[in-house]
């Protein structure tokens, strides 16, 4: 028989998959413009055109066979230099090359990451609703997923949960701000607090305590929220960026790990995940997208329009009565929904409208709406959404 | 303390790191068209034209949105097709789509088949010599590896020792031709050999054996020499493909998996590597090169400039006295060394000549000579591979 663990992730792939053919269906029945597809995370804004530029002139410029060999593991020094200054400019850090490593997205990074650092039966903590790959990740290295609750009002970390859930096989705690599914944005004394729990209990244990931080939407922010460069705060903090969403390159596979000198076993770290990138099988992040994103360091996508979807979508969806934590950061509204969550999904599809229930997040009785679609999308949604809240009795 | 697996590829990699600074600093103190550097299996010979056509092709006519989005995990239906379609009229095969999961190169591919087939204590099947990452790449999936040394002719696998190391525990057999490091290909006597032997031992045993087929060097075959299709002669076989040689896109990481309708768990196997591909991290394997790769379906490199190279040192080495299995493909020449290989290495090292070791490849008393040069660099080489014989008392 194949693998037992791949088994049971065929079993729970199914359901996302129902999911995604029913919007398929609907559409077809429907026609795609009459169908409110919120359930997936894919940006809708392209790529700025310096882009598709930064191609063109690399394919036209290079010499033919250094643009398509080999180099480091780690990835280009050059591209490596580009990255580390653009931080410092940004966040005030004092990053070199050799504190970065071109990486094959954030889950090519979470992946090398968690296989550098995780033995056996190791403990990862991550903040519930999160992201259901992380268990899938870790599982890859037979760490142990240990998920505890942000709290219900700004879906924060809870301080007082985390400090029981941590023990002394805990190797990692993953965050994710801005969130993935709840939009929320992670606060300086958010930070503080978990900087100084973790440095306390990495000390009771006598051993580092790692914070992966999964930063792919680190530049969707609204409302000029901050967003706090983690490595500040806390020294063992180990970044996995993408530009899937802040370059809408997400097809491509493009990312990067940030290892502080100052980390706990900073050498041995950057080695071993150097080495990791190797043997899992990446070798390297795309030669050609690595030269782009270099060349586009100072570029981002459009996050005015992902704002103004935000406003028009939370707006009109406070008004009709659903109750919703208003998000701060990426793009998705996380709803409490009035029932079982899987019924406001179902209820959802009459009006063809696609969410993602909240326990595909681990966390019911909420739905993930996606609002990175056209304007269009959402205007022409409402209506719909208006006969939901009709249906479900929701009051305003 | 990071992960003990980790700890220990540190390690090893050490060796093959100082060759490599060994190399520069030679490079730097000599000048790098004074060192004869052929230990690397890096193409020398750039991409052919149409890929960078194809690509800027691609980038100014595919809508921006979908250029740089998400697709299915297994790739591009389209792009899938295209490959079926091209493999079914070299081999008169019967792919479809559904045969085919894009792959990040061959590495990435064997990692994704390895997650699928593999459940802890597994036994892989491999030929020594051997690439030494598939110990790594068996080792990620907690599979044991059993290497079964090729024979010393021609380096075609011993049927017999293959006979006595496979147990009820194998679940798969890697095979690699045409072979790095030894340039063997695998006649169809051979496969046909291997195919009754797996045949007979899955049916004693009750369970599939699979072949893994790794085939970054398909098309690098000379004299004429046939490649068989494995599919062919064997149906539980999943193929590895890489374009990394056949088109000299190392650097891009693109590849892909073939699983035929007619393994044993097909729809499983094909199920299990898509999602393999997600949660490893890869999520997809870059989307613009396998737009590219499909427009370059006909194409491929320059293998005469690797044949000439062959010829050149084949004869040369041979005419000096080395003894040399004749390689008919990829582009290595697999040398006995007089003595021990690492003091024939070290001893090429004073002329300015760098080659792996055969215990790289865990099979001691050769070197492996990768000829991807310039054409020049094998002439400029021919004095100093001279002066070595001489030094070594090789006898012409």
Not at 209 to 236: C, F, H, M, Q
Not at 291 to 314: F, M, S, W
Request: charge should be negative; glycine fraction near 6%; include cysteine.
């Amino acid at each position: 028989m194949i693998s037992q663990k791949m088994i049971k992730l065929i079993n729970n792939n199914s359901v996302i998959r129902a999911m995604f053919e029913e919007g398929n269906r609907l559409a077809k029945e429907f026609g795609r413009e009459n169908v409110f597809d919120f359930s997936l995370g894919n940006p809708s804004i392209p790529s700025p055109p310096s882009v598709n530029e930064a191609i063109i002139d690399i394919v036209k410029t290079e010499e033919p066979l250094a643009l398509h060999s080999y180099m480091n593991n780690a990835g280009y020094p050059a591209v490596r230099e580009t990255i580390a200054k653009s931080l410092n400019k940004k966040h005030g850090t004092a990053f070199t090359e050799s504190n970065i490593i071109m990486s094959s997205g954030a889950a090519g990074g979470l992946n090398v990451v968690l296989k550098t650092l995780l033995n056996p039966g190791d403990e990862v903590v991550v903040i519930s609703p999160y992201f259901v790959e992380y268990g899938n990740y870790v599982g890859n290295y037979d760490g142990e997923l240990v998920a505890v609750p942000a709290n219900r009002v700004d879906f924060q970390p809870h301080m007082e949960t985390m400090c029981q859930a941590i023990t002394k096989k805990t190797k990692a705690v993953i965050i994710n701000s801005p969130n993935n599914p709840t939009g929320a944005v992670y606060s300086e004394s958010t930070i503080k607090e978990l900087s100084k729990l973790l440095t306390d209990k990495s000390n009771v244990y006598g051993s580092p305590i790692y914070i992966v931080s999964d930063e792919p939407y680190r530049e969707l922010a609204y409302d000029g929220t901050e967003v706090p460069y983690i490595t500040k705060y806390y020294k063992n903090t180990l970044v996995c960026y993408s530009w899937s969403k802040s370059l809408s390159l997400p097809g491509q596979r493009i990312g990067y790990i940030v290892v502080p000198s100052e980390a706990d076993d900073y050498e041995l770290i950057f080695d071993a995940a150097s080495i990791a990138t190797r043997t899992l099988g990446f070798v390297n992040a795309s030669a050609l997208i690595q030269r782009v994103v270099a060349k586009c360091i100072d570029e981002q996508t459009n996050i005015e329009a992902y704002d103004t979807n935000r406003k028009l979508l939370y707006n009109n969806l406070k008004d009709l009565g659903f109750e919703i934590s208003e998000p701060k950061g990426a793009f998705y509204l996380w709803l409490k929904t009035p029932g079982d969550d899987k019924d406001f999904a179902k209820a959802a599809l009459k009006y063809n409208i696609l969410v993602v229930p909240g326990s595909a997040f681990t966390c019911a009785g909420y739905a993930r709406i996606a609002y990175c679609v056209s304007k269009q999308t959402i205007e022409n949604s409402l209506p719909a959404f208006e006969k939901l809240a009709n249906e479900l009795g929701v009051k305003k």
